[in-house]
Every structure is written in structure tokens, then in C-alpha cells.
């Protein structure tokens, strides 16, 4: 009887021990996944509220005592890429992609989204190096995959960058269009979009070759550089660039000059200081500016170019000092592009002060972006001003 009791007090422990195991095991886990929930929601909170850094360090730390497989995993992969896009540390996010992709552990397989992200940032690594095939293999995996719009919408500017590589201007510009016209405002895919597209469009318009809607023209006895800018409603600057003419007087009857299609608008947004290039009423480029401080805010409203000039003078509002061309200190730089008065596009000889409120009233882009918008614009060139800066810059 006595061993009878022995044995079932020892099972009974045994029981009790086992259930406190399984207890264990399941507090512990639960207790780890709310952990790690908090700790996602912390990295979510500073994403949102622009400190992607500190939500890349709690990530990367919390994905350091991780494994591959572990429900959160994808997730935090997804969150890290987002936080070294919006640092712009591509050469971070390539390194995690070859990580999560390594071929002896991935932490992360098709269809996964973060798989995806992963893949195409080997594509960007493979692009960069100029290897296209390379490049055109990863983008491909990714398509064949189901994925969410996001994560097609970055795999199609991929392959209008592969089209670019390959000269495929035509094809890329369609792909680009397309993407502009779903993709929505303030993603890092938009962009993406807009930056290859402007530099596409611009490639394309300077270009002696033509395409659209552009014109070749036979000059004929008579003929000036600006009277053929007038007759066409172009730039005089534009036709000598595109067709690399350096000496306006020195044009040769019968020769064929492109004359680019345009109907240009620009439109400045004082809310995220940026300048947007419009041709026909569709996207052309944007650039980054600078426009008015507290006290010299940039007047919303409508205008045209009024007058240009290359190496302008410039006399200081707030001392009356002048300084001529060229001279240190001379606030309008290479470029003028006056617009309403002693308002107008010019170059920010401060290039850090670009994406501030910063000026008399101006607006200001770096060296090249002005003197490649100054051989754009023509004198009528449509000008709008909108948005609002509402508080002052401290």
C-alpha cells in the first residue's frame, strides 16, 4: 500500500512538474510576444513621427535576438527597410536584403512582402553596379510573385530604371506615367517616380534627337535663333542648347535644328518648398527650392516670367548695397528669372538653405537646377505660387 502511494505522489509530481513546464513554456512565449509587440509599436510611433534612426536601432535590436521564422520577423524586416528609406542609408538596406536572402538561413521566402523588399534591393545593389541582367533577375522574381500594390508599384519603377539602363527611353516613360498616375503623394515609390521621370524628361528634351511632338526645323535665309524661339514659343536659350549651338550668328542655311514641344507652367508650393515643372498641363520635373522667410514671405498668387538675365547684378533690400556680376555675395548667383518687381527664380548661392524659408521673397534652387530651368522657361512662361508657410522658422 505504501509503495501504491509512493508511486502515484511521484507521477502526481511528475504531473505537477510537467504542467508547470507547459506553463512555463507558454508564460515565457506569451510574454515575449507582447514584448516584442511593444516594442514594434514604439518603432511604429517614431516612424510615424519622423525619427526612423531610433526606430531603426529598437528593430535592429529586438531582430538581433530573433530567429528566422519567428512570427514577427517579416514585419521587422518590412519596418527596417522603411527606416533606412526614409534616412536614405541604401547601403544599409542592401546589406540587410543579402542577410534575410542568405541562401544557407533566409530569414524571410516568397511570397512574403518583406522577401519582395528584400529582393528588390538587391535589384537597386545589382543596378548600381551596372549589371542589368543581374538586376532584371530579381525584379522578375518579384513580379511573378503575388504582392501588394505597394510592393508591385516599387518592382515597375525598378524595371523603368532597367529600361533606362538599357536605353529604352520610350518604354520607361510610359511605365513612369503610369506609375504617377496610381501611385499616391508622399510615398517613397512617388518619389522615386517623379525623380527618374524628371530626369527622363529632361534627358529626352535636351537630346538632339527628337521624340513626340517635337519638330525638326530647316533654317532658311534670314532666319535668328530668335526669331525661330518666337515662331515656335520656345526659349532662344533652349534651341541653342539642344542643338548645341554656342555662337547664335553662326547658323548655317539647311541646317536641321530640333525645336522641342513645349507649354510650360510652373508652380511653386511654399508648403513642402518644391518647384514643379508642368508641359501641357502633365508632369514635367520637380526640384527642391527655397522661398521666403518669416518676414519676406513669398507671395501666393499668378505671374509670368517677366525678363531674364545671366550673371545678374543685385542691390540688397535690407542695406540698399550693390553688388555687380559674379561679385562674393551677389544673392542671385548665376540666374534670374524675375517674375513680379524685385521678385523672382534665381540661384541660392547657399545651397544648404534649399527646403527652407530662408530668402527676401524669392525663389531659390541650387546652381544646376537653375541654369537647367533657366534655358526651359521662356519670358510669358506661366508662374503659380500656392501653399503656406504659417509659422516662423526657428
Request: charged share 25%.
Amino acid at each position: 500500500m505504501a509503495s501504491i502511494k509512493t508511486t502515484f505522489t511521484t507521477i502526481l509530481i511528475l504531473l505537477i512538474l510537467v504542467a508547470l513546464g507547459v506553463v512555463g513554456v507558454f508564460g515565457y512565449h506569451w510574454w515575449q510576444v507582447r514584448a516584442v509587440q511593444g516594442e514594434i509599436a514604439q518603432a511604429r510611433t517614431l516612424l510615424d513621427t519622423g525619427s526612423p534612426q531610433e526606430a531603426e536601432q529598437i528593430l535592429a535590436t529586438r531582430m538581433e535576438r530573433s530567429k528566422p521564422g519567428q512570427p514577427w520577423v517579416a514585419q521587422i524586416i518590412s519596418m527596417r527597410f522603411e527606416a533606412m528609406e526614409a534616412y536614405g542609408d541604401d547601403a544599409a538596406a542592401q546589406r540587410l536584403a543579402a542577410l534575410v536572402l542568405s541562401e544557407g538561413q533566409p530569414w524571410v521566402r516568397p511570397p512574403q512582402e518583406a522577401w519582395a523588399q528584400a529582393t528588390l534591393r538587391l535589384a537597386q545593389a545589382e543596378l548600381a553596379r551596372n549589371n542589368i541582367q543581374g538586376a532584371q533577375g530579381y525584379v522578375e522574381a518579384v513580379l511573378a510573385q503575388p504582392a501588394s500594390q505597394p510592393v508591385k508599384d516599387e518592382a515597375e519603377l525598378a524595371q523603368a530604371r532597367i529600361e533606362l539602363a538599357q536605353g529604352k527611353a520610350e518604354e520607361a516613360k510610359a511605365r513612369l506615367e503610369a506609375l504617377l498616375a496610381r501611385v499616391p503623394e508622399g510615398s517613397p515609390v512617388r518619389r522615386g517616380v517623379e525623380h527618374n521621370l524628371g530626369l527622363l524628361n529632361t534627358r529626352m528634351l535636351l537630346s538632339p534627337q527628337p521624340f513626340g511632338e517635337d519638330e525638326l526645323y530647316v533654317v532658311a535665309k534670314g532666319d535668328t535663333i530668335a526669331g525661330i524661339a518666337k515662331r515656335f514659343g520656345v526659349s532662344p536659350d533652349l534651341i541653342m542648347r539642344v542643338n548645341g549651338i554656342e555662337n547664335p550668328r553662326m547658323l548655317s542655311i539647311g541646317r536641321r535644328l530640333k525645336i522641342p514641344k513645349l507649354d510650360l507652367e510652373l508652380v511653386v508650393n511654399k508648403t513642402d518648398n518644391t518647384l514643379t515643372v508642368y508641359n501641357g498641363g502633365k508632369f514635367f520635373k520637380r526640384y527642391d527650392v527655397r522661398t521666403g522667410e518669416y518676414d519676406y514671405q513669398t507671395p501666393p498668387g499668378e505671374y509670368r516670367i517677366q525678363n531674364k538675365k545671366e550673371n545678374p547684378a543685385w542691390t540688397d533690400p535690407k542695406t540698399n548695397e550693390h553688388y555687380e556680376p559674379n561679385a562674393p555675395g551677389n544673392q542671385l548667383g548665376s540666374r534670374w528669372m524675375g517674375f513680379s518687381g524685385s521678385l523672382g527664380i534665381h540661384e541660392a548661392i547657399d545651397a544648404e538653405s534649399i527646403g527652407t524659408y530662408s530668402s527676401n521673397g524669392c525663389v531659390g534652387l541650387v546652381k544646376q537646377d537653375v541654369e537647367e530651368l533657366y534655358d526651359l522657361v521662356r519670358v510669358g512662361t506661366p508662374v503659380r505660387i500656392l501653399g503656406q508657410k504659417s509659422t516662423p522658422s526657428l
